[in-house]
C-alpha cells in the first residue's frame, strides 16, 4: 500500500525513495471527520442575539468550513495524487519512531499533573502530593524512560530544581503552588 | 529632532539600574534557550509571561526583547556546533557553520555570527528608531477594513512564505482560527465550540497553546527519536577570533544582510526565513570564488546579520500596526494584551515612555549580547553537553509548571498536553506551528475588525476592495499567495526546501 517508491528507487538505495502516507492519511480523515463536526457545533450557534451585520457564527463556520475544504484537498494529496515529498518524511520519521518512549512520557505527564494538583473523584476530593514530591518524582522517571541511567544524578536534580522552582515562586514570585504531602512540614 | 528627544527620555528609563538588570536577565536567558536546541523564544516568553503578571510593564518588556534577541544569538550557536538549526532562520547557517567547524574554524564562524549580529542588530535599531513614528503616525488613518486587510496579508504571507508546503501551512493557520474562537464571543456573549466544558469558556490561553506546540511538542518529538538519532557536538578548538582575511570577508556581507533583511522583516509580509536564503544566494553570486560547500565564512556572515536585521524588522509592523508577523512576534503581541496594552498607532501616543524603553533597550541588549557572546562562548557551548534524557525531562516539568502556575487548573495542564500530542503530529507529518500560534492570536483580532468594518458599511462586502489601502494590501496578498507557484510555473522548479524547524 505505502510502499509504492518512485521509478530511480529500484536500483541503489530502496530506502532513500521510500514512500509511506499512512500516517497522513489518517491525519486527514481524522481532519475531515473533525471539520464536519465543527461545521454542525457551528450552525448551532445562535446568530440573532443583539443587533449585528456579522453575528457571532459566522467566523466559526468560515473557520469549519475551510478546515473541511482543506483537510478534503489533504486527503487527496494523500491518496489520488500523493505527495511524494510527504510520504519520504512520514517513512523517514516513521522508521526513527519509538512509540514506546511517547507512550510513556504521555502517562508520566497526566500522573504528573493529577498528582500535583489532586483531583475529584464525584464528591469526593483526592489531595495531590504537592509539587515538591511530585516533580521530584516526575524528572527521574521521564529521564530514565528518555533513556538515562545515571539515577541518582536525576533524582538529586530533580529534587533540586523542585525545591528551588517552589520557594522561588511562593516566596519571590508571589505564586502559590501546591504544598501537596508537605504541607504542615513546609514554612 | 523630536525622535532624539523621545529616544533619550527611552534610554533614562532603560538605563535604571533596575531596567539594565532586567535586560541583562533577559539577553541570558535568551542566549541560555537559543543555544539549547528546540527551545526557542517564543516558548521563553510564554513561559515567562504568567510570572511578570506582578512586574511593571517597562521591565518585563525589556526582558522580553532580550530574550527576542538573545535567542537569535544563542540559536547561531546551536546551528554552527550541532548541524541542526534551532530554528527554521537558521537553516541556511548550517550550510557553512557547520563545514566552518569541522575545518576547526568554529570560534570564527561564532564570531563573525556574533559580530554580524550586532552590526545588523545595531543597523536595525537605528531603522526602527527612524521609521516606526512615522509609521505609526500614517497608521493613524487605517481603518477596520484596512486592519482586516493587513491581517489577511500577514496570515498569507506566514502560511504561503514559510515551509514546505501551503497545504499544511493553510490547515496549521485554519486549525489555529478554530482554537482561537473558542470560548464566549465577546460582543454577543453566545458560547462557541466550548462542547459543554465550562472550563472552555474563556477560550484557550495562547500561552497554553504555544507552551504545549512548542515545549511538549517538540520534547514528545525528540522522545520518539532519541533511540536512533544521534547527535554530533563539534568542539570549538584554536582561537575564536576571526583572523584578518576572515574579517575582511565577513564585513560586507554583514552589512548586504542586513540591507536584504530589515526591509523584508518590516513588510507586514515578514518572517526572517526568505531573507536568510536570498542573502546566501547573494554572497554566493557576489563571492563566486569562495570555497563554498567547505565553509565559506561569507554564508555565516551574511544570512546571520539578514536573520538578526529581519528579527528586528518585524518589530516595526508589531509595535506600529498590532501586526506580529512570526510565532514569536505573536507571543509579544500577547504579552502586550496582558498588561492591556494594544499595539498599534496609538500605542506610540498613549505608552510612549514604554515604546522608547522599549527601543532604547534594543540598542543596550545587542551591545550586551556582543559582551556576553564573544568571550563566554566557551561556556555556552557547556550547556550544549546537558545530558538530552535530563534537558527534555526538565523541559516537560517547566513546561507544566508555566501553565499550572498561571491557572492552578487540573483542565488547562491537560489542555496543554493534548495541544502537545498534536503538536507532536504536526512536526512529524511537517505542518509548520507557526501559523497556528498566529490564529490563535490574530483571529479574534481579525473576526473583530471584520465585523466592525461591516457594521460601519451596514454589512457591504464591497468594502474592502472600495478603500484603496485596504485593496492594495489585499492585491499583494493574493501576489504573495501566488507568488510561490510561479517558478514551478515556469519550469524552473527548484524550490527552496526549508527545514521543519520551530518557527520563532
Known amino acids: 500500500m505505502s510502499e509504492a517508491s518512485s521509478s530511480n528507487g529500484q536500483h541503489g538505495r530502496p530506502e532513500a525513495t521510500r514512500v509511506a502516507l499512512l500516517g497522513p ?20 450557534i445562535q446568530q440573532g442575539a443583539g443587533y449585528s451585520v456579522v453575528g457571532p457564527g459566522t467566523m ?42 511517547i507512550a510513556v512520557i504521555g502517562g508520566l505527564l497526566i500522573l504528573y499533573a493529577v498528582a500535583l494538583n489532586g483531583f475529584r473523584l464525584g464528591s469526593f476530593q483526592v489531595p495531590g502530593l504537592g509539587y515538591i514530591v511530585a516533580t521530584t518524582v516526575f524528572l527521574p522517571a521521564a529521564a530514565w524512560a528518555l533513556g538515562s541511567r545515571a539515577v541518582v544524578r536525576n533524582v538529586v536534580v530533580g529534587v533540586v530544581i ?7 515562586f511562593t516566596e519571590f514570585l508571589g505564586v502559590r503552588l501546591p504544598g501537596g504531602l508537605l504541607d504542615g512540614v513546609l514554612p | 529632532m523630536e525622535v532624539l528627544g523621545q529616544l533619550a527620555g527611552g534610554f533614562a528609563t532603560a538605563l535604571t539600574p533596575e531596567n539594565l538588570l532586567f535586560a541583562a536577565i533577559g539577553v541570558t536567558l535568551g542566549t541560555l534557550v537559543g543555544v539549547l536546541p528546540g527551545i526557542g523564544p517564543a516558548l521563553t516568553v510564554a513561559l515567562l509571561l504568567p510570572l511578570t503578571y506582578n512586574f511593571q510593564p517597562v521591565g518585563a518588556f525589556i526582558m522580553f526583547a532580550g530574550i527576542y534577541y538573545g535567542g537569535m544569538y544563542g540559536g547561531s550557536t546551536t546551528s554552527i556546533l550541532l548541524n541542526t538549526p534551532g530554528e527554521s532562520s537558521s537553516v541556511v547557517t548550517t550550510i557553512e557553520g557547520f563545514q566552518m567547524a569541522k575545518r576547526g574554524r568554529g570560534g ?10 550586532f552590526v545588523a542588530g545595531t543597523i536595525s535599531t537605528i531603522a526602527i528608531t527612524l521609521l516606526a513614528p512615522i509609521i505609526a503616525r500614517a497608521a ?13 496579508l500577514a496570515f498569507v504571507s506566514v502560511t504561503a512564505l514559510i515551509g514546505r508546503s501551503m497545504l499544511r501551512g493553510l490547515i496549521s493557520l485554519f486549525g489555529g482560527l478554530f482554537i482561537g474562537l473558542i470560548g464566549i464571543d465577546v460582543t454577543s456573549g453566545q458560547e462557541r465550540f466550548t462542547f459543554g466544558v465550562p472550563e472552555l469558556l474563556n477560550g484557550i490561553d495562547v500561552v497554553v497553546v504555544a507552551v504545549g506546540l512548542f515545549a511538549v511538542g517538540e520534547a514528545l518529538y525528540v522522545a520518539s527519536r532519541m533511540r536512533h538519532v544521534k547527535e554530533e557536538i563539534i568542539p570549538v578548538e584554536g582561537s575564536l577570533l576571526m583572523n584578518r582575511d576572515e574579517l575582511k570577508r565577513s564585513w560586507k556581507p554583514w552589512l548586504r544582510g542586513s540591507a536584504i533583511g530589515f526591509p523584508i522583516g518590516a513588510l507586514p509580509a515578514g518572517g526572517a526565513e526568505i531573507p536568510t536564503f536570498l542573502s546566501y544566494t547573494v554572497e554566493k553570486r557576489i563571492n563566486p570564488r569562495a570555497p563554498w560547500g567547505k565553509g565559506a565564512i561569507e554564508g555565516v556572515a551574511g544570512p546571520e546579520a539578514a536573520n538578526n536585521a529581519a528579527f ?11 501586526i506580529p508577523t512570526s510565532a514569536t512576534a505573536a507571543i509579544l503581541l500577547a504579552a502586550f494584551q496582558v498588561y492591556n496594552l494594544q499595539p498599534g498607532p496609538l500605542l506610540f501616543q498613549n505608552s510612549g515612555d514604554l515604546v522608547w524603553a522599549l527601543i532604547a533597550s534594543l540598542y543596550i541588549g545587542n551591545l550586551m549580547l556582543l559582551v556576553l557572546n564573544l568571550p563566554l562562548i566557551r561556556i555556552w557551548v557547556k550547556i550544549l553537553q546537558i545530558p538530552r534524557a535530563l534537558l527534555y525531562g526538565a523541559i516537560l516539568v517547566f513546561a507544566t509548571l508555566g501553565v499550572y502556575s498561571a491557572s492552578n487548573s487540573l483542565v488547562d495542564v491537560l489542555i496543554m498536553y493534548v495541544i502537545g500530542v498534536l503538536g507532536f503530529f504536526m512536526r512529524r507529518y511537517d505542518f509548520p506551528v507557526g501559523p497556528m500560534i498566529l490564529g490563535v492570536i490574530l483571529g479574534p483580532l481579525m473576526e473583530k475588525q471584520f465585523r466592525t468594518a461591516l457594521q460601519v458599511s451596514q454589512g457591504d462586502l464591497s468594502i474592502f476592495v472600495t478603500r484603496p489601502i485596504s485593496l492594495i494590501i489585499l492585491l499583494i496578498a493574493g501576489v504573495a499567495m501566488v507568488a510561490p507557484f510561479v517558478p514551478r510555473l515556469m519550469g524552473r522548479g527548484r524550490r527552496l526546501t526549508v527545514g521543519s524547524g520551530s518557527e520563532d
Open chain 1, 25 to 44: 492519511r489518517i491525519a486527514a480523515g481524522v481532519l475531515v471527520i473533525g471539520a464536519v463536526f465543527l461545521i454542525f457545533q457551528a450552525l448551532q
Open chain 2, 140 to 152: 493613524l488613518a487605517f481603518q477596520p477594513a484596512d486592519y482586516f486587510a493587513l491581517m489577511v
Open chain 2, 108 to 117: 570564527a564562524a561564532l564570531a563573525t555570527a556574533a559580530i554580524g549580529s
Open chain 1, 162 to 168: 523542585a525545591v528551588v522552582v517552589y520557594f522561588g
Open chain 2, 312 to 322: 528586528s524588522g518585524v518589530l516595526v509592523p508589531l509595535l506600529t500596526l498590532g
Open chain 1, 60 to 101: 466559526p463556520l468560515v473557520a469549519a468550513i475551510g478546515l473541511l475544504v482543506l483537510g478534503g484537498v489533504f486527503a487527496v494529496r494523500t491518496t489520488l495524487m500523493p505527495d511524494t515529498d510527504l510520504g519520504v518524511t512520514a517513512a523517514a520519521e516513521e522508521q526513527v519512531t519509538h512509540w514506546a518512549t
